[in-house]
């Protein structure tokens, strides 16, 4: 049975991934987040392990990694916490690493959504741009996820995906295809997603910004 760390579990996405794996595999979860006993509401205590703490608290890192199959992390912004995590998944034997990014980091969005997209986040693009070459350069089975604006529709798990050498697809995306992907990629037994950098947007969202703004 695989065990599944999800690394700010506490974040937006995760709260829609975490009920998606209870329902949809039968995998164990330790849910890590800075005061994570008060964030994170534990619905079937039997697979899921709440874990306080944060990314540069090394100790828990490592005592979270023992025994698990894969990593999720939710958050690529700091350079310091995504070395400490794979560090801690190679003191651990941990291979499996799911990262959730930004687009754009690979000059893949093109056109008048590329340069809006640039105006909007582009110190946050430069800050991945650095974590998503550790991740890169590391010899984990990575698969990182360049996602397109974010918004949150229940029903809606729809995505499509564009590989590093293809143009970004669309400009939004739910929250819920985003852990929907996650879900499909940790029951993934064929390693097509592995060493990967994938763009995630919804279908025929190919606007000159998303609809939200």
Known sequence: MKTVLILGAAGQISSYLIPALLQQTDFNLKLYAR?????????????ETVIDGDFND????NQA????????????????????????????????????????????VKGAFGQWNTSMIESSITKRIKTAKVIKDSDLTYTLLRLAWLYNKDGNTNYELTDSDQPFGGTQVTRQAVAQLIVNILQDESRKYARKSLGVNEPNTNWDKPSFY
Do not use: C
């Open 35 to 47: 005061n994570a006993n008060n964030r994170i509401k534990v619905t079937d205590p039997s697979r």
């Open 65 to 108: 990694m023992d025994g698990v199959d894969a990593v999720y992390l939710n958050e690529m912004r700091d350079l310091d916490s995504v070395k400490n995590i794979g560090a801690a998944m190679d003191a651990n034997h941990v291979r499996q690493f799911i990262g959730a990014t930004v687009l754009g980091i690979e000059d893949e």
């Open 58 to 61: 090394k100790d828990t890192l």
